[in-house]
């Protein structure tokens, strides 16, 4: 998302953690959204994704991600393999089947 509708997103989110909260708007929100466990919308949405991709890994997740999201693999052993590092499919490998033909953005 833009930066623009991120702010907006997360003014929205204050004022309803300062409602449900009883807060006044001049309150700092911080403690109260800390308080509600609710992280705010620019940590939000990567924590979603990363969730997402947490679950395809351990076969928890849907069948189409966990078809797609393999460990890394190289032809020669090195260090970095205990970094559990994922492949990056070409565009090629991520079309979906749908009207669009659209692909998952890497």
Known sequence: LPL?????????????ARAIMGAPRCTHVSPILHELHWLPVGLRMPFKVLVIIFKAIHGLGPGYLQD??????????VRSHR??????????QCRLAGPWGRAFSV
Do not use: E, F
């Open 4 to 16: 623009k509708s991120v702010r907006r997103l997360q003014l929205v989110q204050n004022a309803a």
């Open 68 to 77: 797609r999201i393999l460990p890394h693999s190289s032809q020669r052993p």
């Open 83 to 92: 970094l559990g590092l994922l492949q990056v499919p070409s565009a090629k």
